[in-house]
Structure formats: C-alpha cells, structure tokens
C-alpha cells in the first residue's frame, strides 16, 4: 500500500449535547456545551492498495480524534470525493447511488419513517480513532469494537459480513471494500499481539478480537493522481442539522502501485509429548512464519494471522511487525488465548483452518 499525506482543516460550528437529568419534574436538566468544531481534528490520507492477485485499488487512511486520542464522535457520515476524471465507483449493489460516480458516500440521518438513501457507507458507516468503520452508535447499545459471531467453520477466506469462513465480524470493514458480491477477495486486517498489547489473556471485553489497522481500501481501480476530500459532517441534536463539519484534502500524486508481496512460508511447531498432536507435523500447538525481505519502495511489512477454530468457526487473530527486512517470526506452542485456568495455551490444535498474509506500505502502520 502506499500513502500520501494529506492535510488537516475545521471549519466553524457548536454542538450542545444535553447532561444528565436533574431528577426533578418541570425543571429544565442541566447542558453542557461541547464545541466538538474546536475539540476534535481530522486527517486524511489517499495512496493506492495493490492486492495479491495483481489488482491496483484505492486505499485511504483516516484518523478523527478528540484531544485525548480517543474517537471524536460516536456518530459521522463521511463523503470522499475522487477526481471527476478517472475516478468512478464500481457499479454494484453495494455503492447505492454512489456507482459510476467519483464519491463514495454515507447516509446522514432520517427523520422516522423516512426511507434512507443507500450509499456505500449507509448509516452506519463513520470515521473514527484511526479507520473508517461500520460502527456508528445505535439503539441497540451494542458494543462497538470489533467482535464475530462463530457460526460455524464454512471454508474459503476473504469476505467480511456474512463471510465464507463462517463467522461473522462486526464494526470493521474487510479490505477492499466496494468488491462485488460473491467475488471473493477481501481480507480483514485486525491486529493482534504480540504487535499490541494481549488482548487474548481476559483482561479485554468478552468477545473483543483485535485493533482496527487504520487503513481502508475501496474497489475502485487504477486511482488517478490529483485531489480527492474527505468531506464529514457530526449530527447535532436535531436531524438535519449537524454539530460539527470537517473537510480533509488530500492529494495524490502517485498513482503508481507499490510492488506485489511474496506469500508467507507456515511451518508448524508442535508440542513436545502432546497426544492431541498427531505426527507428522499438523498444525498443532505453535507454527514458524516466514517472510521475505521487501521489495524496494516498501519500508514496513506486518504479518497478519488468523486462526479459524476447526469446531466453532471462531476467529482469533495475531499480528507481528516483520519490518522491511522480514525474517522468521514463531509463535510458540504457549503464544496462544488464556485458558480457563489461566495458562496460556496453544494458538492453533488440529482441525483450525490458519491464514497468513503480509501487508507491505510505505509509511509505518
């Protein structure tokens, strides 16, 4: 993938959002006056996402933050507008009115009963901390990290909602988005240890899988070099009036893709003296990863894995920084989630489906 930096604006505005209530009847609560104009920041950045089957996409990084570096809101549409030459959305389903245009688009809300306009981002589509994400806040107070529902081990890789692997996952977009329908080829990018903090150990959220990568790219080909916005707008408390509008230019002017990323070498490591584990070699218990040095122009290679358990369909996922320089990356038989007893047990047993794949940028993700 590559990235170009883009630059960082506000515009004016104020957003009220109402406190607590007092408890009393016929008494005005108290308010406090948040100017989410001032207290928030957005940035945007374009570059192109060349996928393993030669194909050459839009990619797009995106952080909106409050000063304490947590997500500036918990509900925005965001609009990316593309050069009116070259730039043009694929024509399917899910673009809405976005297809064969040069935006791609959210939904901002409705009032009850009123038919929302589909748009690629839909309603619940925002940008948030770091990444865009199918995340805005909702009624159903739903947690909005990302998590799966195991449903099954289903095969193939590489979808996201109602996915072929059989599970699904929720509040993050699998990469590239905007492909059609049944085509296969997207690939979720979530990190996990030791890239970050374990999060597998019990100390995160029931059903937490891993930390958004920041980027996000889109099925429109062959992007052209010029302008593109990102155009985002915060709701306020009455629909049709937003709180807070942002525009983040960014520019282009690099069309051409970053080099293709070999494959990934997996051998397995098994666990001395463990019946469970079968010989010869299975995957079972830990696994060796390797990873060749990256081609020129590439300074930063990440190393995702996932783990499809072979019984529930669930997916654990793992990360590792391989650098440019790529190497030999083990997790050992003991790397893997906590157990009910408090051990860390093994990443992988027999009858799990493991997936390795390398993401290579020029910019440190």
């Known amino acids: ?27 005005e609560p108290p308010s406090t006056a948040v100017n989410i104009q001032s207290t928030t920041a957005l940035q945007f950045r374009v570059g192109t996402y060349r996928t393993s089957g030669g194909s050459v996409f839009f990619n797009t990084v995106v952080t909106y933050r409050q000063q304490n570096g947590l997500s500036g809101t918990l509900d925005n549409t965001p609009t990316i507008t593309g050069p009116a030459a070259g730039f043009v959305v694929p024509s399917i ?14 939904t901002p809300p409705t009032q009850p009963g009123v038919p929302a306009v589909a748009t690629t981002f839909a309603q619940v589509g925002g940008a948030y901390a770091y990444g865009f994400a199918p995340a805005n806040n909702n009624i159903n107070a739903q947690p909005n990290y990302i998590n799966a ?17 059989g599970f699904a996952l929720f509040n993050e977009y699998s990469s590239p988005f905007l492909v059609a329908s ?25 059903g937490f899988l891993g930390y958004d990568s920041g980027f996000v790219s889109f099925a429109v080909p062959n992007p052209p070099a010029g302008a593109y916005n990102l155009h985002l707008t915060v709701p306020g408390p009455t629909i049709g009036v937003n709180s807070a509008v942002f525009d983040a230019p960014a520019t282009l002017t690099n069309p051409t893709a970053l080099p293709a990323e070999a494959g990934v070498v997996v051998t397995p490591v098994g666990v001395a003296n463990r019946p469970s584990c079968p ?44 650098g440019a320089p790529g190497g030999a990356f083990v997790l050992s038989p003991t790397s893997g989630p906590t157990n009910a007893q408090g051990l860390q047990g093994a990443p992988f047993t027999v009858g799990d489906n493991v997936y390795a794949y390398v993401v290579g940028s020029d910019y440190d993700i």
Do not use: W
């Open 279 to 322: 010989a010869p070699g299975p995957m079972c218990g830990g696994a060796s990863f390797a990873v060749l040095p990256a081609a020129p122009g590439i300074t930063n290679q990440l190393l995702y894995i996932v783990d499809i358990n072979g019984s529930s369909g669930a997916p654990t996922f793992y990360t590792i920084n391989a």
């Open 149 to 165: 529902l195991g449903i099954g081990n289903g095969g193939g890789f590489g979808c996201n909602i109602c996915n072929q692997n």
């Open 93 to 106: 389903a899910a673009a809405g009115v976005d297809a064969n245009t040069n935006h791609i688009s959210g």
């Open 182 to 206: 049944g085509s296969g080829g997207r690939t979720p990018f979530i990190l996990g240890p030791p890239a970050v903090p374990d999060f597998h150990n019990g100390t995160f959220p029931n």
């Open 1 to 27: 993938m590559r990235a170009v930096y883009n630059a960082l604006v506000a515009a004016a505005g104020i957003s009220i959002l109402a406190a607590c209530t007092s408890g009393q009847s016929a008494i």
